[in-house]
């Protein structure tokens, strides 16, 4: 009787691997074999001290009630600024809508901005939820194909050529999920100029800016004329370790940000009132932490990188951010999800199918090296002798 009631529009609403991964892998361990968890984008640091401490000193002092549903006016004021002084670009607090996590901006701006038919950009491999959410507003999804040739950045001409009138939406995502893959300069000035103008919204998901090794984070919104045209997407999850604690932000024209302020109003309220204090703490706190945790990323991605390079049959990319890397297995002449799933089977580590992140993904893996060092060098003498078996 229950499914005959559900919406249809439910088919067309996808999911997220990695938890399904990690159930698996769970499950796994209750029957007592030990995993080697390389599946969860999610560092594997603790949230700073003086973070946590204002969350505490916030509960204390009765900040436990609701909140105005764009966000409380003093963090809206502390992301204003950071991002002000992180992107070089004028921003006032009515440009910001502080969110439960990051991922509720890429649904709100999605919902917001598409009409069904309308046409809408998106990198593949990419994060899985862009796709997701593009099929269930009835847009019609345009693949971008990243590709390691090119070091998993995209392709300006190529994008040129997917552009048409009927696109309404184009999703960046740099460093980039699942392929730490970062756009120069060059290339965003470029999708700046085939964009500035139109009738166009830039979903700009930065949501690993601070997780850079090489070069740096460019961000679409700092280009002359793209900032109203831009939405960005960014959060406190990975640069401050507070996965669990779902506060994230987006920055976009005033009109917009209205908007999506009635659609958080129509669906969470608002974002628990603690969690955006300890936010404040830490943009406007010391920064050591972030740095420490950058560096000690960079150390495990050259020993990954050059780790999986040394295994008979694969070859990795060195990724210039965030904390994953996408190696390379087609060389063993077997679908990418079926490799994954021998090295969890047979090897007990869990990695994803590069096919999770969209069809460019087949013949790769995403594994992430957010976890200790210690785990890392295991991982590995596990999937060599895994491989060798396949």
Not at 45 to 50: K, M, N, S, V
Not at 226 to 232: E, N, P, R, S
Not at 256 to 267: F, G, H, K, V, Y
Request: glycine content about 10%.
């Amino acid at each position: 009787m229950i499914e005959a009631a559900i919406a249809a529009r439910m088919q067309n609403l996808g999911t997220e691997t990695a938890f399904e991964v990690l159930a698996r892998a769970k499950a796994l361990e209750a029957q007592g074999r030990r995993i080697i968890h390389m599946e969860i984008g999610e560092p594997d640091f603790d949230t700073p001290a003086h973070i946590r401490r204002a969350a505490a000193d916030a509960l204390e002092q009765g900040f436990t009630h609701y909140g105005p549903s764009g966000g409380m006016p003093e963090t809206r004021a502390a992301i204003a600024d950071y991002i002000a002084g992180t992107r070089g670009i004028p921003c006032s607090p009515g440009e910001v809508v502080v969110t439960p996590g990051g991922k509720p901006i890429m649904y709100y701006g999605i919902i917001a901005t598409v009409n069904p038919g309308d046409e809408v950009i998106y990198p593949n491999p990419g994060f899985p939820i862009y796709e997701s959410v593009i099929n269930f507003m009835g847009g019609v999804p345009v693949p971008l194909p990243l590709r390691e040739e090119n070091d998993f950045r995209l392709d300006p001409d190529e994008f040129e050529r997917l552009l048409t009138p009927r696109t309404k939406l184009v999703i960046l995502n740099s460093p980039a999920n699942p392929t730490g893959g970062v756009l120069t300069r060059e290339d965003v000035r470029r999708i700046a100029s085939l964009v500035r103008g139109r009738e166009i919204v830039v979903l700009s998901d930065e949501i690993y800016s601070r997780i850079i090794y090489e070069g740096e984070a460019w961000s679409i919104a700092s280009e002359p004329g793209l900032k109203d045209q831009t939405i960005i997407l960014d959060g406190f999850s990975k640069t401050y370790a507070m996965t669990g604690w779902r506060l994230g932000y987006g920055v976009m024209p005033v009109p917009l940000a209205e908007r999506i302020t009635r659609l958080i109003t129509n669906s969470v309220s608002c974002t628990a009132t603690f969690v955006q204090l300890a936010g404040k703490a830490a943009l406007e706190g010391p920064q050591e932490s972030v740095e420490a945790m950058v560096a000690e990323f960079k150390r495990r991605r050259d020993y990954i990188v050059d780790g999986l390079n040394a295994i008979a049959g694969v070859t990795c990319k060195n990724p210039a951010g965030a904390f994953y890397v996408f190696p390379n297995v087609k060389s063993f002449g077997r679908s990418t999800k079926e490799v994954a799933d021998h090295l969890l089977n047979d090897a007990g580590v869990a990695a994803l199918a590069g096919t999770s992140f969209g069809s460019y993904g087949e013949g790769y893996l995403r594994l992430s090296y957010a976890t200790s060092l210690a785990n890392i060098e295991e991982g590995l003498r596990r999937i060599e002798r895994s491989l060798a078996r396949l």
